[in-house]
Structures are given as C-alpha cells and as structure tokens.
C-alpha cells in the first residue's frame, strides 16, 4: 500500500525564501525544505491497481503551464491552531488544475475529500500552540511574497510516514502545456 497525493514541486529558490520564515513559533515541527510542495490532491491509502489507476487518470490531464506566486501565511485550527502555511495568490490556472486533478482521480474511483481548496504549502504543524502565538506569527510574516515561478508540471507522490517528518517520492511527473 502506498499513501498518494498529487502536488506542485516548488523551485529550490522558492523553498528556501520559505525556510527564512521558519522560526519563532513554541510547539512548532517546521517542515524540512525538501518537504514543501503544493497539494492538489490527497488521495490516501493505495494498492498496486490503485497506483496504476491514478498514474493513468492523471495522464490524462491537459491544463496550461502558468506562473505561480506566494503570498501571506496563516494557520488551520481556529481556537486550537494545527498548521502554519504560506498562502498561493489566486490562480485561475492553478484552480483549474486542480479541478481536473480531482476530477480524474475521481472518474477513476477514487473517494477524495469534499473540502473547499485552499492553495497552501505547509511551513509546521503545531502542538500545544496557542491561538496568540499562530496569530503573532501570522502578523510577524503577513507581508510574505515569493515569486512568481514558472509551473510547468505536476506530480503524483507517495508518502512514507516518519518519526520526524514524513519521506515524499514523486512516482510520476506530468508536463503542463506550453501557452504558445
């Protein structure tokens, strides 16, 4: 069984602006750099026949490469904050991509989550980490800008859970085309 998700790769330049804004935070697990990405899709829990389903419906996606910026941070959990994130500027592209990312995924019979899609990388997951202080964060770094960066592919990755953080592999890239 492999854990899957679909999700944009961020370019080197990008993920280390990322890392700057990484600290001051009581309770946070900051993510490594190889880590960030910008989720799509979670599809969860996978057999072989699984893999080979999303590999294929995923083929089947033709979307326009796009540029793609960064901006503003903020946190899930309302009283009980659970993450910190750097925010994607609104993308029609991007929502697009990701429409047709679950589509096919569900055509195929996969069971995704309904839950509104908000552009994200995942800068920590929080323990024990009081509203103030994700609140504090978010005031501390709100003028957060990076980009914009060329999108010109996505990927299916796979997820090995880990003591510290988990081990992502992408199992399949797709090209984005070209806008010429």
């Known amino acids: 069984m492999a854990r899957l998700f679909v999700a944009l790769s961020l370019p080197e330049i990008v993920a280390d602006a990322l890392s700057m804004v990484q600290s001051g935070v ?17 599809i969860g829990e996978a057999d072989r026949h699984g893999f080979r389903a999303a ?11 796009f540029e793609l910026r960064l901006s503003g941070v903020g ?11 750097a925010g994607a500027e609104k993308s ?7 429409s047709k990312s679950e589509t096919a995924l569900r055509r195929a019979g996969f069971d995704l989550e309904r839950r509104k899609f908000i552009p994200h990388v995942t800068l920590a997951y929080l323990k024990n980490t009081s509203q103030s202080a ?17 999108v010109e592919a996505f ?16 199992e399949a890239s797709y090209s984005l085309s070209s806008s010429r």
């Open 75 to 85: 946190f899930f959990g309302d009283k009980r904050p659970t993450a910190l994130w």
């Open 26 to 42: 009581d309770g946070a697990r900051w993510r490594p750099i190889e880590n960030f990405h910008l989720t799509l899709a979670f």
């Open 55 to 65: 590999v294929d419906a995923l083929s089947e996606i033709d979307a326009p490469a």
């Open 92 to 98: 029609d592209p991007l929502a697009h991509l990701q």
């Open 155 to 170: 990927h299916l990755y796979s997820s090995q859970l880990g003591g510290e953080a988990s081990h992502y592999e992408i």
């Open 134 to 150: 994700a609140a504090q964060y978010c005031a501390e770094h709100g003028l957060f800008s990076c980009g914009p960066f060329p």
